[in-house]
């Protein structure tokens, strides 16, 4: 037995196949179609990459000691970063 295709069927099937896209099918019809007029207008947006970052310098907030980030002290509660660098070693910026 074959089921009927609904309006939200159809918009999940043309997101899937024009844009690459998957709806979330619990979304209401009119959400849907909001979703899909933007694709249509802007077309798949790329996902913005944003670099990775490690922490670089690190402070004790009990004697307010700062020194250099070593992944031993990762689970340290009393540490805090209070400088990053990017995964590249590329700080500025």
Known sequence: MEEAKT?????Y???REQFGVTLD???TLAELQDQMDGLRRNGKQPE????AKVPKKLRNIVTGN???YDPL???NP???VIEWETVDGNDEG
């Open 48 to 51: 913005e990459v944003l670099p």
């Open 78 to 80: 009393n540490l805090e």
């Open 66 to 68: 700062i020194f250099d």
């Open 73 to 75: 002290f990762a689970k």
């Open 25 to 27: 099918r619990r979304a």
């Open 13 to 15: 099937i043309e997101a």
């Open 7 to 11: 309006e939200k069927d159809d918009l």
